[in-house]
């Protein structure tokens, strides 16, 4: 199975340097038994939440408290790592760009709210690190892993040879579902992003044996990620499928890798805010 290991996922989500009314945070307020601030209240001192357009909070109060459980169900072998992946992926955010272009008065808003709360600052870097670990890279798979997605890096160079643009490396991958018996259900396409809705023969193999969607997901999808490497070389963001836990479809996304910024994946400093 790709690294992390189930326990580390735990460790990497409860490190979460924020404030909850669930765990609490770093300041004020009694102490839990992690010896986190546990006053609900403490979650948004001086208006951050405010600052972040609702964020700060959305994040703290329901998007965390989801993520504990997910991850706790992963070390279970309830859940997914894919699943638990999707949902860090949906985190709440607040948006700093509009594609190059800074927003001047969100920095502004964002500078300020790290300078009313460290863990502003803090759960940026935390939210990096637990998303590159849940992404992981090529060195940190299996074997078999490696072959699988070796075997999609080679074989994107000829399916998406020639196509430049979201709509073109689409249909070739459209064409590539269709080769291997997955059935194309719904497209659409909408401000340069191609999506497309499918259904996958593949995600009850060996369920009985290694749970629902396992082999389709924590393995099969390694050859997608191949895609996804050899496509983010070429300026292409592939978002290969997520969301289908209580679907019988899933979906995939195509666009353009634009430089687009937005906190917690941005932190501070990284558009000029001193930590």
Excluded at 53 to 70: F, H, I, K, S, V
Excluded at 217 to 238: C, F, N, P, Q, W
Aim: some cysteine; overall charge negative; charged content about 30%.
């Amino acid at each position: 199975m790709a690294k992390p290991e189930p326990a580390e996922v735990v460790r990497l989500v409860e490190a979460f340097p924020g404030a909850t009314a669930e765990t609490g945070g770093a300041d004020g307020g009694e102490t839990g038994e992690a010896g986190r601030d546990t006053d609900p209240g403490a979650a948004d001192p001086g208006g951050v939440d405010d600052l972040l357009d609702g964020a700060y909070g959305a994040l703290t109060r329901e998007w965390y408290p989801e993520l504990r459980r997910r991850a706790a169900a992963h070390a279970d072998g309830d859940c997914l790592r894919e699943r638990v992946l999707e949902h860090v992926e949906a985190v709440p955010s607040f948006r700093l760009s509009d594609g190059p272009t800074l927003l001047t008065e969100r920095r502004e808003a964002l500078a300020e709210a790290a300078a009313l709360r460290d863990d502003v600052r803090e759960i940026a870097e935390w939210y990096g690190t637990l998303r590159s670990r849940l992404e992981g890279d090529r060195a940190s798979l299996t074997r078999g892993e490696r072959l699988l997605h070796d075997f999609g890096y080679a074989l994107a160079h000829g399916l998406f040879l020639g196509a430049s643009s979201p709509s073109a490396v689409v249909r070739r991958l459209r064409l590539a579902y269709r080769s291997v018996g997955v059935r194309i259900d719904e497209t659409a396409s909408e401000a340069g992003i191609e999506e497309t809705t499918f259904t996958c023969p593949y995600r009850n193999v060996a369920a009985g044996t290694c749970g629902d969607r396992w082999v389709c997901h924590e393995k099969l999808d390694r050859v997608d990620d191949g895609y996804v490497t050899y496509l983010a070389e070429r300026g292409i963001a592939y978002q290969r499928p997520r969301g289908c836990t209580d679907s019988e479809q899933c979906r995939s996304t195509v666009a353009r890798d634009g430089p687009e910024r937005w906190w917690p994946k941005t932190p501070p400093a990284a558009v000029g805010v001193d930590s």
